[in-house]
């Protein structure tokens, strides 16, 4: 859902700097690879057989033109071929899959609440942490039925031209219309969201779950009129750019983009931050078998977290990583000790049991 | 003859059989999909019409659909009965025009209309320059926004099908009017309206049809706030799972589509645009 949007994101944040010269064939390789998204791409079903990893995710952008270019050399130093198929795994699509016994897909990335509902659901196999090591993540990144491999967080990004130099010190601010005059920007898809309603309303974070989704909805009504609701990181990005809003709820690597372009108009706050993870899940009886936890394993590399970070600014999910980080990477990182000071973690149990009803309550609220 | 006739059916056998399979076939599935899921039943159906929310969508949606009718019809009218009354030579320069956005892919469009009505767009800049308002003017991210993005859509198909039914009318009648002593004001209320309401009737019928189904336009264009039947189902599908409301709410659109559809070509002036053809 919502993680699966990012992580769709992600990918398009690399396949841009690629496109534009700024990050060489290699990098993008290695980015690509944090993701689980550098091999062979093939166009079509991906069909899969025991000497593959058939790898689903969000990351369709990319053309058959990178298979050449990039999935041989990553065969050559994982030994494994892997292959990507881009047609998102949606846990609708994963159920039918499994449910009629025709599984193709060894890894997904979906994200932690995904692997929840799809645990829940009996669809995938616990990750074996015989072969990935658990030590490399902190203890809740490393769930039954899946294992993060990056994260990311919702911050409240602005305009400092328009408000005058001045900072803003939480979400309280993007509720002070009188203070921080202009039109603001939140997410259509409810992750993040009510978190940050809550908090700028004065609920301590240790009380934000169960939400209080009444309390949020009140809180935010007088504001909707000034709200733009953005579906994807680029349109961001647009909102900013165009002066159409001054400030927003947005992913901390569109805001790192957006400062990069423009370092003195654009910022971001890392207070109160909303951490999200990432997870790889296995879809019950996937063709490698038990061979893909050594792919889930190998994206756990701090190396290649590192990458990740420096070409589409995706935090990484193993803590080792931090160490090999310079001042510059640290800075954008949202896992770095001072940028995660007040930041809380959304909760993937709570997600995973309401995210639907949510969801929809909170489409009905904001267009009525 | 018979022989002609019977290779000519021959010959569409290939195309309905892949309307059949690719087109028929996926809607029986949704069909079926509505009342098996999660279990057999109506339940779905009787889930439908206790959603509240359901039902803000589908008065969000005909509200739109009902406001882009009425304008893109009375708009294209307009330009449909400037077009017949040109020269031969303006007339294909005009129809070129119509046919332009044609060609333009809806997303782009609706880009275009950002670009022209977003607070720092062209129209807001200019009349900010003209001095005639001061703060810019909220055109776009809201209801209005999506009327002007699928009244543009509509436009082009609602002047053609009024166009096709304004030039099949025969001048002769409006010579006669005019030698019987009727002035100009006459000869449009009492003449060329009421001979245009089957096209009108089309054109009213095809763009209120169309516009229950928009998607891209509102979704851009909207930004939340106009959520139409459409995108609900899309949502419903790839972000919520609640496959049991999407699939019952498509199918509900398709049926009541289809029962507008059937209503309104029982009507004289529908029937008129498909039969009675003056000959020339």
């Not at chain 1, 733009?228 to 709820?249: D, Y």
């Not at chain 2, 699928?150 to 009648?173: G, K, Q």
Request: with cysteine; aromatic share 10%.
């Amino acid at each position: 859902m919502t993680s699966s949007h990012f992580a769709k994101d992600a990918a398009e944040i690399a396949l841009e700097k690629f496109n534009r010269g700024e990050i060489d064939r290699r990098s993008f390789l290695i980015a690509l690879g944090g993701l689980g998204l550098a091999a062979a791409f093939k166009p079509g079903v991906a069909r899969a057989d025991a000497s593959e990893i058939v790898v689903c995710n969000w990351g369709g952008a990319a053309a058959d033109a990178f298979a050449k270019a990039y999935g041989d050399p990553f065969t050559k130093k994982s030994g494994m071929k892997v292959v990507i198929d881009g047609a998102g795994p949606a846990v609708g699509t994963i159920r039918a899959m499994v449910e009629s016994g025709k599984v193709i897909w060894d890894a997904t990335d979906g994200g932690m609440i995904d692997s929840l509902t799809l645990g829940k659901g009996n669809l995938v196999e616990k990750i074996d942490y015989a072969i990935v090591d658990k030590s490399q993540v902190p203890e809740n990144f490393a769930g039954e039925f899946g294992v993060s491999n990056y994260v990311y967080s919702n911050v409240l990004a602005y305009d400092a031209d328009a408000t005058k130099g001045v900072a803003p010190t939480g979400w309280a601010d993007f509720f002070d219309t009188a203070k921080f005059p202009g039109k603001r920007t939140m997410c259509k898809w409810i992750q993040g969201q009510l978190e940050f309603v809550l908090m700028a309303d004065g609920v301590a974070p240790a009380d934000l779950y169960p939400l209080d989704v009444d309390r949020a909805f009140k809180k935010l009504k007088p504001m909707l009129a000034d709200i733009i609701f953005w579906e994807g990181g680029a349109q961001t990005q647009q909102l900013f750019r165009e002066g159409e809003v001054v400030m927003g709820n947005i992913w901390h690597t569109r805001a790192n983009l957006l400062n990069k372009e423009t370092p003195d108009k654009f910022k971001w706050i890392w207070e109160q931050n909303i951490l999200s993870a990432s997870a790889w899940s296995v879809p019950k009886g996937n063709p490698a078998g038990k061979k893909v936890f050594e792919f889930i394993n190998s994206t756990l590399d701090p190396a290649g977290q590192l990458v990740l970070l420096q070409i589409m600014g995706n935090g990484p999910s193993n803590p080792k990583t931090l160490a090999l980080m310079t001042p510059e990477d640290a800075k954008v990182n949202p896992t770095t000790k001072e940028n995660a000071a007040s930041q809380i973690m959304l909760n993937p149990a709570y997600y995973a049991e309401h995210e639907t009803e949510l969801q929809n309550k909170y489409l009905d609220f904001i267009s009525s | 003859m018979r022989n002609f006739k019977t290779t000519a059916l021959l010959l569409t056998v290939p195309a309905s059989l892949m309307a059949i399979g690719l087109y028929a076939a996926p809607i029986l599935q949704v069909l079926a999909l509505s009342l098996t899921e999660p279990k057999f039943g109506l339940a779905n159906y009787q889930g439908l019409f206790a959603n509240a929310a359901v039902g803000r969508v589908v008065m969000t949606t005909v509200k739109v659909s009902v406001m882009t009718t009425v304008l893109t019809v009375l708009a294209s009218y307009i330009v449909a009965f400037a077009i017949i009354h040109m020269s031969a030579g303006w007339r294909r320069i005009s129809l070129f025009l119509v046919l332009v956005p044609f060609w333009i892919s809806v997303l782009v469009r609706a880009f275009s209309w950002i670009t022209i009505l977003r607070r720092r767009g062209v129209l807001n800049s200019t009349l900010m320059d003209m001095g005639v308002i001061s703060t810019p003017l909220d055109l776009v991210y809201n209801l209005f926004g999506v009327t002007v993005g699928m009244v543009h859509y509509m436009m082009p198909f609602a002047i053609l099908l009024l166009y096709a039914n304004l030039s099949d009318i025969d001048r002769r009648i409006m010579q006669a009017a005019r030698s019987l002593g009727a002035r100009p004001a006459t000869i449009f209320w009492r003449v060329w309206l009421p001979l245009s309401l089957p096209g009108i009737a089309l054109a009213t019928l095809f763009v209120f049809v169309f516009s229950l189904g928009f998607l891209v336009t509102p979704a851009l264009l909207g930004a939340g706030k106009t959520l139409m039947i459409a995108e609900y189902i899309s949502v419903q599908i790839s972000s919520t799972s609640r496959w049991d409301l999407a699939t019952s709410l498509s199918t509900m659109l398709l049926l009541v589509v289809g029962v507008i559809v059937f209503a309104a070509m029982r009507s004289p002036a529908l029937r008129a645009a498909f039969v009675a053809r003056p000959q020339q």
